[in-house]
């Protein structure tokens, strides 16, 4: 087969400001042109959603980009597939978007599968989670999409296993490729990242005094304010640690403004004044974050991959998190896990492991060998020529 190398990206609608799957992307894109493929990114452009002022996920401005998404894109889709070259690959990067699948019959494709939680929702098994009606139909027409492919790319088992029990598909239409790491995540020496924080801290108008992370130990939490998240777990187990001695007595949290659940969680424990809170921070503050912090605790609910846990392994942080996949599959035997509904049990976990946390950081380094971005590419590579070459045998067949 000769090799075309030509590669489509279908990606996500930049107005939904979904920054992981923009990552990714990007990631993609960038690594297999230095590979020498020509790649090509195709996405919704934002055409009916300029009428409205500030677009967002709701009402009327939700509708218009459903005529963006969904109407317009799979015209677009038709007329640029007309022009691109015979073998190219398309790659949807997020399984979102497997309604377009259906446009680009006849060709190699995949689509990457990261987690099927607002599928599930659709499906009433989460019921703290619930959709309105429409979401519920849109969340059945992506797993409708999905059962229709050949080869779905799942960013974890436990993602294989939800796709394989909801869309049916077998072993060998979902491989694994764990994600690989879209920032270079490490250790970060200690002045740097000190000088690196106080300048977050001075800039988001933190008050001076209320954390000094030079010689105060300090705990990171670390998420959006999606139910699966667990927040008022996070909260609940850093206020039951504070009865625990020798504990670091403060948490920077990142994300946004904690809701009323978990402010009274933190009254009724009189915490407030120990929580930290930054609402953004760059890759590099993160890394700094990492770097001084005396653990991180993530207790999600559910993930579909458990991005922090990996970036805290490789900046030597140690990982308190769930004991349910794919936490436990991300962590691996360097994290240590905890129950995210016993906050009582879970502060006794950390506050015991947390002697041990010099073996932590050196066992999470050693783990976070695992999301190496080029061990990522090789495998894609792998699967789209492996794509490329069933379409071209079956084309052959055909003739």
Not at 71 to 76: E, L, M, S
Not at 140 to 156: D, P, Y
Not at 347 to 359: K, M
Not at 361 to 387: C, N, P
Request: glycine share 6%; charged share 25%.
């Amino acid at each position: 087969m000769s090799e075309s190398r030509h590669l489509v990206l279908v990606t996500n609608f930049l107005p939904d400001r979904q920054e992981s799957m923009r990552r990714f992307s990007d990631v993609l894109s960038e690594s297999f042109s230095r590979r020498g493929w020509t790649v090509e990114q195709w996405r919704p452009e934002a055409r009916f959603v300029r009428w409205v002022k500030n677009y967002r996920y709701g009402g009327l401005p939700k509708y218009l980009g459903y005529l963006d998404k969904f109407v317009v894109f799979p015209r677009d889709i038709r007329a640029l597939r007309k022009r691109a070259p015979g073998g190219a690959v398309f790659h949807i990067t997020d399984h979102s978007n497997a309604v377009y699948a259906r446009h680009f019959r006849g060709a190699p494709l995949l689509v990457t599968c990261h987690d099927l939680l607002p599928i599930r929702c659709a499906l009433g098994e989460f019921p703290q989670c619930r959709l309105s009606r429409s979401g519920q139909r849109y969340q059945n027409w992506i797993l409708s999409s999905l059962k229709s492919l050949k080869t779905a790319i799942c960013v974890s088992e436990k993602t294989k296993l939800d796709l394989q029990r909801l869309a049916g598909l077998g072993p060998s239409a979902t491989p694994v490729i764990y994600m690989g790491l879209n920032y270079p995540y490490r250790p970060m020496p200690r002045e740097e990242a000190l000088a690196l924080l106080s300048s977050l801290l001075a800039r988001q108008r933190i008050a001076p005094g209320l954390i000094s992370p030079a010689d105060e130990p300090f705990l990171v939490g670390i998420g959006g304010a999606q139910w699966y998240k667990n927040r008022t777990g996070l909260i609940s187990i850093f206020c039951e640690l504070q009865k625990r001695p020798a504990c670091p007595r403060k948490l920077v949290y990142v994300g946004p403004a904690l809701d009323a659940e978990q402010l009274e969680v933190l009254a009724r424990h009189e915490c407030g004044s120990q929580v930290i809170h930054l609402r953004s921070v760059s890759n590099e503050e993160l890394r700094a974050i990492y770097s001084l912090a005396s653990a991180l605790i993530f207790p999600s609910w559910e993930e579909g991959f458990g991005w922090p846990i990996a970036e805290a392994q490789a900046c030597g942080c140690p990982v308190f998190t769930s004991d349910r996949a794919p936490m436990t599959e991300v962590g691996g035997s360097a994290a240590r896990y905890l129950d995210p509904s016993d906050a009582d049990g879970a502060a006794d976990l950390i506050a015991a492991e947390l002697s041990h946390a010099p073996t932590m950081r050196s066992e999470g380094l050693a783990a976070a060998s695992r999301w190496s971005t080029d061990r990522m590419i090789d495998e894609y590579e792998q699967q789209y020529w492996t794509a490329a070459r069933e379409r071209a045998t079956v084309a052959a067949a055909q003739a």
